[in-house]
């Protein structure tokens, strides 16, 4: 089983439109994030949810919004899509929102804006 | 503000021989040190982390690192490196101050490890 899992793969879609990520987690974990890779491969957290309530929030553009249903559950829904949001988008998760925990990664999205 | 810097944007090594990825840190209290693994088209996976201790610590796949206080380093190493260990390797801190309950994990921006045979 697939401890974190992501849902499409591949997302190819046009600017403008609104797009949703979902993000599963069956580790029991409490802590779950969001991360965005760039084409040059650097990674920078995007959100944090610890128990489904949101404990960071970096400076990303509010047409992006989390959304957690449930502590397995992050989906990331963004609006208005633009093309520099072009990027690799993975989720993760931890035990607890404790720095000495490692973190777990799903597979990612590739979200291609055209 | 902390930040982790991997000064190499490649390492080249021959297979069998040792293999060395170089992070340095900077965080205002003790450092979390980790160091993550990406094959193409994959999710980072976890390899090893420092939180305290022996500064020498062992992680997955014979991969070992060193914390080096003194120096805010935190280098990967492999006594004997495989083709399949070719990939992009992270190294990311966060600050321990307060049992690492505040701010971010923070990533180097990745260092391409090439092995030939």
């Known amino acids: 089983d697939t401890a974190v899992s992501q849902t499409p793969k591949y997302l190819v879609t046009q600017m403008g439109n609104d797009k949703s990520i979902k993000c599963e987690q069956n580790l029991g974990h409490d802590t779950m994030y969001w991360y965005k890779q760039d084409s040059k491969k650097f990674l920078k957290i995007m959100f944090s949810y610890n128990n489904k309530e949101l404990i960071i929030n970096e400076t990303v553009p509010n047409r992006f919004s989390p959304k957690s249903p449930d502590k397995a559950h992050l989906n990331l829904h963004i609006n208005s899509l633009e093309l520099g949001d072009s990027a690799v988008y993975f989720c993760a998760s931890s035990p607890a929102d404790r720095g000495f925990y490692e973190q777990y990664f799903g597979p990612g999205t590739r979200l291609t804006v055209t | 503000a902390q930040s982790v810097a991997q000064p190499e944007d490649q390492v080249n090594v021959a297979e069998g021989n040792p293999l060395t990825v170089k992070c340095t840190y900077s965080?205002?209290?003790?450092?979390?040190l980790f160091w993550y693994v990406q094959y193409p088209n994959r999710g980072l996976q976890f390899l090893l982390k420092y939180i305290t201790g022996d500064n020498l610590v062992k992680g997955s796949y014979g991969f070992e690192a060193e914390f080096n206080k003194s120096q805010t380093s935190f280098h990967l190493k492999k006594p004997s490196a495989l083709v399949s260990d070719s990939a992009l390797y992270f190294c990311?801190?966060?600050?321990?101050?307060?049992?690492?309950?505040?701010?971010?994990?923070?990533f180097g921006k990745g260092t391409k490890l090439s092995v030939k045979p």
């Open positions: 965080v205002s209290g003790n450092p979390y």
């Open positions: 990311a801190v966060r600050d321990g101050a307060y049992g690492g309950s505040q701010g971010n994990l923070i």
